[in-house]
């Protein structure tokens, strides 16, 4: 079921400029008891993203009434949130009278996300360009995404890595990427490419509030090898586990089992 | 007037890849007395956008008749053609079966195609990412042109240039660019960010054709001052002079006017 404008609707004008340049941002948001996860985080992505854009943001309490019109109290669902800058012309520039389009839609919950393998990862080939204008928010520009999950067919693969064109890795194609060295916890920084993930900030919350040293810093394809332990973060799975990545298996680490046994209390809170 | 599929339509499947991913490519080809001009460089560069994407080309001959289709015989128009991976699901990755949409669209013929006056430029600061996987074709991740056009609202700074990271100049916002030094013709690289438009690859052909020294070269923003001229190319402008670049004026210089004044011919044989 789709919302478009509070509509219930599954076709969109084809003028949108959300079609022809990908001028918009989305945001996709667990759902668990009818309720959707960390509703505030996402919306201050949201108005982070259209701001960066210079979008005009929907109001946030329509989006949840229309949210919550989607979804049954019981539903365990994924919500989709795309905002564009709306109809236009031809051509880049923005309509002066801008109407944003609003979509809200409902997908099945997967069931991945309950189950808790540890997941095995590869390294894609597409590199993620180098773009702080676009760092950071999540726009609706993701080829690089599509062509790097792309890149394999091999269901025992769960998630592929991507770095940037220096070689550094910076995150996963639908997730955020932390390390365990030493004790302490390592995540790449997304200022230059990369999505700053909800579930990342939240992460990066939780391990200060249990004492657990962090530093968002430049992790070389090359160091990945020598981690302790890897995991992966999205707002549908929350934290995993990595097993093994390319060749290189991974062992249990405290800090990961720390964090894990943590976040289903502290996304209680935060809720 | 639009067609999607074949079908006259003014609405789009929300759940296309087109408008969650910008998943696809497009062509913006001039239409004169109802004819599409340079119809099979455009097809070659949809056929790389595909190839490059994986996406399935549509047929030419029908994209032919869905354009014809859109235009009278008198017509000077401009024909967007939008070519996506079609519906999918949640998720980057490619469905297995894929059924691309098509999207032929008609726009009135702009005014300041026709009036000859040379261009003001302005220097752009959003820069454009590396991303040697997506360069060079024309597809629908335009963000970074989008942000890049809303610098400026004064009419009469008729286009921007930009950069990449390192400040060299790739193109225009909307149109690729050249320079004249020394009896010779530049014009950037786009192996790594930009769009290697039809008319560029007009140009340079043209330039052989006359025994004008060209190269594809890397050149860096700060040394756009010392050219000798300049001028930008895009398939409705065809080449236009640029007379001021920020506070530098470029006069007429001889290999331009040259170009100018053969390209009207050398359109017509390779049309």
Known sequence: VILINGEQRSQLDVADRGLHYGDGVFETIAVRDGKPQLWQAHMARLTEGCARLKIAEPDQQLLLNEAQQLCDDSDSAVLKIIVTRG????????PTTQEPTRIVANYPWPEYADDNTPYRLQFCHTPLGHNPALA?????????QVLARNEWSDDTIHEGLMSDCDGNVIEGVSSNLFAVRGGALLTPDVSRCGISGVMRGKVLMLAKELGIPFTITTIHRDEIVGMDGLFITNSILGIRPVAQLEQTRYRENAITTRLVEALPFALEEMA
Do not use: P, Q, T
């Open 87 to 94: 109809v236009g012309g031809r051509g880049y520039r923005a």
């Open 136 to 144: 950071g928010i999540k726009h609706l520009n993701r080829l690089e």
